[in-house]
């Protein structure tokens, strides 16, 4: 009989305790930036106020720096099921479908405002929705910020400029188009073999945001710094499909709703950082200067006919439409 109460008292004292204290949903976030990264330090704040606003109930655990695989093995993972999240630049689900390169035809969006609505808007409610039917729920649109170009030649000003240019470029082919079209020689390279390729004059050049300039001291081996602004890059912040029909269905909403809490906060530290980054990229030696941009952009038009039968005409009028 007093085992039996003993038994009861314990009993009633674990359905006392909130739901947390026993049935947490845990969920693994991975990318490939570093941890004092804007997209890893806002994906902590978003992770630390998921867990107090659902009482404990979703927790996520981010990786940074490809603990969990590059941005082609988080994909891979999300499809079958064997990785539950991921912060993965938009460009990279090109993988999966070609649309997903829309958002970095060249000069297609005049500042951020502009890519974030039309990521925020018609072109990202799309593109999610291909995602769906490969088994990833895409929760909002972060961002990786513009691209800008470095060498050790000359300052780029014009078109012209890049001519005999050997440059590094991610290895999609509209990239590789682009800067074909402006007269470089592009050659994609392993990020992690860049600095090297540099150092040795495999490359004369590459193009990346600031930030990531910055933090890999491409400033040591590079000279020149010109702001084409050429590329935007999106980030999308994204479950597999099991992953989040795991989380309860009242905590959904609440995590959807902080998501886009703290994209709007790393957007707002990217911006920032820009400025900074230029202040320090100036510090430590580079040659910045700007570039003409309506020389660049109608030198580009020819990848923007190229391309409209890859991306499909509805979907390149509604880049016009939210580009102007």
């Not at 902590?44 to 998921?50: D, H, L, N, R, T």
């Not at 495999?202 to 010109?226: M, R, T, W």
């Not at 912040?237 to 992953?243: G, T, V, Y």
Request: charged share 25%; glycine share 8%; aromatic share 10%.
């Amino acid at each position: 009989m007093k085992r039996l109460i003993s038994f009861i008292s314990v009993l009633c004292i674990l359905l006392s305790l909130p739901s947390s204290s026993f049935a947490a949903v845990e969920i693994k976030i991975g990318h490939v930036l570093t941890a004092d990264s804007a997209w890893h330090v806002n994906l902590e704040g978003f992770a630390k106020e998921v867990a107090e606003k659902t009482e404990g109930r979703v927790i996520f655990k981010i990786y940074p720096g490809s603990q969990l695989g590059n941005e082609k093995d988080l994909i891979e993972g999300l499809m079958l099921q064997t990785i539950d999240g991921g912060l993965i630049g938009g460009g990279s689900f090109q993988s999966i479908d070609p649309r997903f390169g829309v958002e970095a035809l060249p000069y297609a969006w005049k500042d951020h405002q502009t890519a974030y609505k039309a990521m925020d808007g018609e072109i990202g409610k799309f593109l999610l929705g291909i995602l769906e039917s490969k088994g990833i729920k895409g929760i909002s649109w972060w961002e990786n910020g513009f691209r800008h170009i470095t060498n050790n030649k000359r300052p780029i000003v014009v078109p012209k400029d890049m001519e005999g240019l050997k440059i590094r470029v991610t290895p999609d082919k509209m990239r590789l188009d682009t800067f074909k079209a402006l007269g470089a020689s592009p050659i994609p390279i392993n990020f992690g073999e860049l600095y090297t390729a540099l150092q040795q004059g495999v490359v004369d050049a590459q193009e990346n945001p600031l930030g990531i300039i910055y933090a890999n001291a491409f400033y040591e081996v590079q000279k020149y710094l010109s702001l084409s602004g050429h590329t935007w890059g999106s980030a999308l912040l994204c479950f597999n499909s099991s992953a989040w029909k795991r989380i309860p269905d009242k905590d959904k909403p609440v995590v959807e709703a902080i998501a886009n809490k703290w994209r709007d906060r790393e957007r707002q530290q990217i911006i920032n950082e820009e400025s900074d980054m230029l202040a320090k990229l100036k510090e430590k030696g580079m040659k910045v200067n700007e570039v003409d941009k309506e020389a660049f952009k109608a030198a580009v038009q020819p990848v923007w006919k190229d391309y409209e039968s890859v991306f499909g005409k509805d979907l390149m009028e509604l880049v016009r439409k939210y580009g102007k």
